[in-house]
């Protein structure tokens, strides 16, 4: 149980972190988003 809870936190975290570094890459066209790059 703790694992899928580690999990989803994960995931929710990530999701949260590609919404905050698309709202910088809208001041920052001439970068490459980074959510591209992560694996």
């Not at 919404?19 to 591209?36: L, T, V, W």
Request: hydrophobic share 25%; charged share 40%.
């Amino acid at each position: 149980m703790d694992k899928i809870l580690k999990e989803k936190l994960i995931n929710t975290t990530f999701e949260g972190l590609d919404k905050i570094i698309e709202k910088e890459y809208e001041h920052h066209p001439n970068e490459k988003p980074y959510s591209n790059s992560r694996v």
